[in-house]
């Protein structure tokens, strides 16, 4: 039998230090991923699972994970059913508390049994669930949990068969679980109580301007003690660290077995208020103090701000803005939809990083650990229900998604990314009033002037979600509410039709035309990548759209192609193309996120073009070749350059010279940023290097890293053109996923490294299988 630990639970002991408040255990959530048993089988029936004992024939997993590690490529995702069990210990200080397990995703229709006794069954995989296990728990041995899960197509969840599909669902419980023990009078969790604009906590903002916030808290509260509580609720906003403003509510006396709502309100003198400049977040704890002790506490992460719009401008704390974004899906190779916090984090800097204040959350409910990041970071977000080019007259179709747009805005209410509900079947023509229905429930959910929702139909919504990909016209000068280009710069340069049609190729332009080139593609179809997007943002700029979102960030799977998506700015592996340099340069060096850049779009050989292209945010460019300069520039202005906040330059050379090219930008006539390209020379070493994009290993969970092997002469320049594999090594506790040995692709090889928390002195080596290179790293 494969060894595993039992489970115990730690209890917080929290001392507070004001209102003469007395010591006393708080019980918090417990992080509940490792030590599972996983296995695919549909072979035997559920009793057949639910009766094992000896798990010694199931792998010994930690979440999150996927039932398959699936190829590069993707064109046989698997589905089917899969089992996850755990056996695992509650303390004594367990008895008499109320015991909740919170699953943040499982795909897609879970069922959980708690001691043989089934508990749940939940439909969709994208949004949370939380079990009740309270009366079934046992203290004097082991509890143990089953979950079955069925990731096959479904036609009440949705979206169309996965044959069909323009992206992958993956599958397994492929977010964290959590643990919640809680006194019996407690703040609820909003999904599992199911009540509308109610439970747990809901935070709103009726009044926000410099110099005042008023911030309006609503607390549920449910009282299972079995007799009648006095009880007040206090509210705490604290600024990194320290306490702005603290307010107690009146008291309260709640019966046994009941629940209530109570609200508050906390006046903020000099807020600081929430932007994508301006990420400024505070924590709210929240606490039941009843006889001066603290019974319950949580902690809200909210940012301050208001929205509103004045005809189709969008207003952000009274400034006028316009959002330059990116669409993403959250798959990584590999592993599918199974990432780590920290992935989910560095896939969001990596699009703020690239010059995005916005980004379009594609086409489901993505993970609370990328809300987080939205949040912490300055990207704003379109939230969006699960849905594409799938309509069922089905009623129980119909009231599923109906549920969803509710649990969706419960899950993401406090969220300050958030700037609308996209309560919208993506690409699914709806009928009006099913859209009435959504757009109505998104307003008892968020019953605010700052509720907007937006949907790719004109009718009915707030903000109209136009992608000039699906119509040859993109803009309708009839229209007059706000909008946004939702999708732009993919299909509109890759199918004739420029319709929704995606099972009609026959209108296919030349593939040289595409926005879809892999990183390996060359120099001349990369350039033409990012020609077309800049073709296309600048004309987005010609009409009165308040944002618009490229199609799209990483390139992704779409499981019934036989290649990738690739009109990704990034690639699968979230390494940048040229035309993330493009979109970099469109922030402005003096943005609290920018800094002055410049970037040499071309390869510098004998087949490079001798149009040579720079992307840069500065006011002018020298380029020099050799050391000799070829002159100094301001920006080219033309027709599809003459909206950008700052337009590439171009210089035109007369020949090929070996060597050296060097960009220096100038702002107010001082040099501030430099970039080099160099002939490439003999492949003679390679180069390790982990992608962290601002996170460091997760010391803790476990994490996932992407590992780079680049190809490297003696200056340092990347070897695009070398046909070979590389052989992964691995020292230390940890796990290399991906083909191994892999293939070279435009000069880099990568694997993915996932780690754990007993991750110590990890020695990555990689070597050639052709050439006699060869290099090792250390990451921790």
């Known amino acids: 039998m494969k060894k595993f630990k039992y489970i115990f639970l730690f209890i917080s002991i929290i001392l507070l230090n004001s209102c003469n408040d007395k010591e006393i255990t708080v019980l918090e959530k417990t992080n509940f991923n490792e030590n599972w048993f996983f296995t695919n089988s549909e072979n035997l029936d559920d009793n057949n699972y639910l009766q094992t004992v000896n798990?010694?024939?199931?792998?010994?997993?930690?979440?999150?994970?996927?039932?398959?590690?699936?190829?590069?490529?993707v064109n046989n995702q698997w589905q089917g059913i899969s089992w996850y069990a755990k056996t695992f210990l509650l303390s004594d200080e367990m008895k008499n508390k109320k015991l909740f397990l919170n699953f943040e995703g499982a795909m897609n229709i879970a069922e959980v049994w708690i001691n043989n006794k089934k508990l749940i069954k939940h439909q969709g995989g994208y949004l949370p669930f939380t079990v009740d296990f309270t009366d079934d728990a046992i203290f004097d041995k082991e509890n143990t949990?089953?979950?079955?899960?069925?990731?096959?197509?479904?036609?009440?969840?949705?979206?169309?068969?996965?044959?069909?599909?323009?992206?992958?669902?993956?599958?397994?419980?492929?977010?964290?679980?959590?643990?919640?023990?809680?006194?019996?009078?407690?703040?609820?969790?909003?999904?599992?109580e199911n009540k509308i604009a109610n439970g747990g906590i809901f935070v709103t903002f009726p009044e926000v301007s410099n110099e005042k916030a008023v911030i309006n808290i609503k607390t549920h509260i449910k009282n299972e003690t079995g007799k009648t509580a006095s009880l007040l609720i206090r509210n705490t906003l604290i600024d990194n660290g320290k306490e702005v403003i603290s307010v107690n509510t009146k008291n309260y006396d709640l019966d046994s077995k009941s629940n209530q709502q109570i609200a508050t309100n906390l006046n903020v003198q000099q807020p600081k208020l929430w932007s994508p400049k301006s990420p400024n977040l505070y924590d709210l704890k929240t606490e039941i103090i009843q006889n001066g002790q603290i019974i319950d506490s949580e902690i809200t992460r909210i940012g301050i701000k208001t929205m509103k719009f004045v005809g189709q401008d969008f207003y952000l704390n009274g400034e006028k803005t316009f959002l330059r974004g990116i669409n993403r899906h959250q798959e990584y190779p590999y592993v599918g939809y199974a990432l780590s916090d920290n992935a989910n984090y560095r896939d969001a800097k990596k699009i703020k990083d690239a010059g995005f204040d916005y980004v379009r959350l594609s086409h489901y409910p993505q993970s609370t650990s990328f809300m987080n990041a939205c949040d912490a970071l300055g990207l704003v977000t379109i939230d969006a229900i699960l849905g594409w080019q799938y309509f069922s007259e089905d009623k129980d179709f119909q009231n599923h998604v109906f549920k969803t747009a509710r649990d969706l805005i419960r899950r993401d209410r406090n969220h300050a990314s958030v700037i609308a509900w996209e309560v919208s079947l993506n690409e699914s023509w709806m009928p009006e009033p099913f859209i009435d229905k959504l757009t109505k429930i998104a307003k008892e959910e968020y019953p605010t002037d700052q509720c907007f929702t937006a949907g790719w139909q004109s009718y009915g919504y707030d903000i109209y979600l136009q992608a000039?990909?699906?119509?040859?016209?993109?803009?309708?000068?009839?229209?007059?509410?706000?909008?946004?280009?939702?999708?732009?710069?993919?299909?509109?340069?890759?199918?004739?039709?420029?319709?929704?049609?995606?099972?009609?190729?026959?209108?296919?332009?030349?593939?040289?035309?595409?926005?879809?080139q892999l990183r390996s593609a060359g120099e001349r179809a990369l350039l033409q990548q990012a020609t077309n997007i800049q073709e296309a943002h600048n004309d987005n700029l010609n009409t009165p759209a308040f944002a618009d979102g490229y199609w799209v960030m990483y390139d992704y799977n779409r499981g019934y192609a036989d290649d990738l998506e690739a009109s990704g700015i990034m690639d699968v592996f979230r390494i940048p193309k040229p035309a993330y340099y493009f979109y970099q340069s469109q922030r402005d060096a003096k943005d609290p996120f920018g800094k002055p850049m410049v970037y040499i779009a071309n390869n510098w050989r004998k087949n490079s073009s001798l149009n040579i292209r720079?992307?840069?945010?500065?006011?002018?460019?020298?380029?020099?070749?050799?050391?000799?300069?070829?002159?100094?520039?301001?920006?080219?202005?033309?027709?599809?350059?003459?909206?950008?906040?700052?337009?590439p330059f171009t210089f035109e050379l007369p020949k090929y010279v070996a060597g050296k090219l060097e960009a220096k930008g100038f702002l107010n006539d001082k040099i501030v940023a430099n970039y080099t390209v160099n002939s490439p020379e003999k492949a003679s070493k390679i180069k390790i290097e982990f992608d962290l994009s601002g996170r460091?290993?997760?010391?803790?969970?476990?994490?996932?890293?992407f590992v780079y092997a680049n190809i490297m002469d003696e200056n340092e320049t990347l070897i695009t053109d070398v046909v070979d594999k590389i052989k992964f090594e691995l020292t230390g506790n940890a796990q290399l996923i991906g083909e191994n040995p892999?293939?070279?692709?435009?000069?880099?090889?990568?694997?993915?490294?996932?780690?754990?928390?007993?991750?110590?002195?990890?020695?990555?080596?990689?070597?050639?299988?052709?050439?006699?290179?060869?290099?090792?790293?250390?990451?921790?």
């Open 614 to 647: 720079i992307f840069s945010n500065c006011e002018e460019v020298e380029l020099f070749l050799n050391g000799e300069s070829l002159g100094r520039k301001k920006p080219t202005i033309n027709t599809v350059s003459n909206n950008l906040n700052h337009p």
């Open 145 to 192: 949990i089953h979950v079955k899960l069925n990731n096959k197509d479904n036609p009440i969840t949705g979206p169309k068969p996965l044959k069909t599909l323009d992206f992958n669902t993956y599958g397994g419980i492929y977010r964290n679980v959590w643990l919640v023990a809680k006194n019996k009078l407690y703040i609820t969790e909003p999904i599992l």
């Open 742 to 780: 892999v293939n070279i692709e435009a000069g880099i090889a990568t694997i993915l490294l996932k780690t754990n928390k007993n991750t110590q002195n990890i020695e990555i080596k990689a070597k050639t299988i052709d050439a006699n290179l060869a290099s090792s790293s250390k990451i921790k």
């Open 55 to 73: 798990f010694s024939d199931w792998d010994s997993i930690t979440l999150p994970h996927t039932p398959k590690i699936e190829p590069k490529i």
């Open 696 to 705: 460091e290993i997760d010391e803790n969970n476990n994490d996932l890293i």
């Open 468 to 516: 000039r990909q699906h119509r040859l016209k993109h803009y309708d000068a009839d229209l007059k509410k706000p909008y946004n280009v939702s999708e732009y710069g993919d299909w509109e340069y890759y199918a004739m039709n420029a319709g929704l049609n995606q099972d009609d190729w026959s209108g296919l332009l030349q593939q040289e035309r595409s926005s879809r």
